[in-house]
């Protein structure tokens, strides 16, 4: 018996990856970062091979981690986590200072950071596992909470994008509701998930048939977990 839904009782962090390729920078939103050993200090990490970030830290073997606190407001994990740097510039809009080894740190929403030199890669079909020492690490922030996924999940009401180590397709899609006219379907600004009121969002209590603008104002992306505002109206 697989019960996958069991997995999300695991505990793991929020950060944001990043890395370097000769001048250019990138970052991206892991939850599966963990410490491995305390002398020498090693940690690991695990990337999509689709991901920017990935390219980045195989060509450059270095890395950094920004644990983000509890109070990163979803649309900067969006920009991180359901963006790619091959369409926007991420550091564009954020602090951030370059570490040691020249890899960007995120100062934004970030509780700690720590630097560090891969050693070792292990290749997971769909993932690259990197295992890297530290070289560098501090605190940033003494007062804030760091994010758990469980946290961005049940609180924060976030999605996982199917790039993620963590990403489990669980329940299948809702079929469309016949005789739903006129309503117009709106695209997420965040991570591009459209809303089809003829299929509404069942998994999060929205019945076939419910208009855009008659969902909750509480109701999120349920991709991404961007608010209303995040949204845009498709053209016909």
């Known amino acids: ?20 390729k000769n001048d250019r920078v990138s970052g991206c939103i892991v939850n ?10 090693m940690v690991a990490a695990s990337i999509n091979r689709q991901c920017l970030t990935h390219e980045y830290i ?9 644990i983000l606190s509890q ?9 991180f986590g359901f963006k790619s740097g ?3 510039d991420k550091f564009g809009q954020v602090s951030y200072k370059i570490g040691q080894t020249g890899v960007p740190i995120i100062l934004d929403n970030t509780v700690a950071f720590l630097e560090a030199e891969v050693t070792e890669s292990i290749d997971v079909i769909t993932h690259t596992l990197f295992i890297a ?3 560098a690490c501090e605190t940033l922030d003494e007062d804030a909470e ?24 669980v329940k299948p899609k809702a079929k469309l509701k016949e005789g739903v006219k006129n309503m117009k379907k709106y695209k997420c600004l965040m991570c591009g998930y ?16 419910t208009a855009f603008e008659d969902l909750p104002d509480g109701w999120v992306c349920p991709e991404c977990g961007a608010g209303k505002d995040e949204f845009e109206p498709l053209e016909d």
């Open 71 to 79: 109070g990163a407001p979803m649309s900067f994990i969006g920009d």
């Open 194 to 209: 459209i809303y089809d009121p003829a299929i509404g969002d069942p998994d999060n209590g929205v019945e076939a048939g």
């Open 86 to 88: 091959r369409n926007i």
């Open 146 to 169: 760091p994010m758990t996924y469980d946290y961005y999940r049940d609180i924060k009401h976030g999605r996982t994008p199917k790039t993620a180590a963590t990403y489990i397709k």
């Open 32 to 41: 599966t970062v963990f410490q491995l050993t305390p002398e020498p200090l």
């Open 58 to 66: 195989t060509d450059s073997k270095l890395l950094t981690v920004s």
């Open 1 to 20: 018996m697989l019960d996958l839904e069991s997995l999300f009782k695991l505990s793991y962090g929020m950060c944001i990856v990043s890395s370097k």
């Open 133 to 135: 020492k530290i070289v």
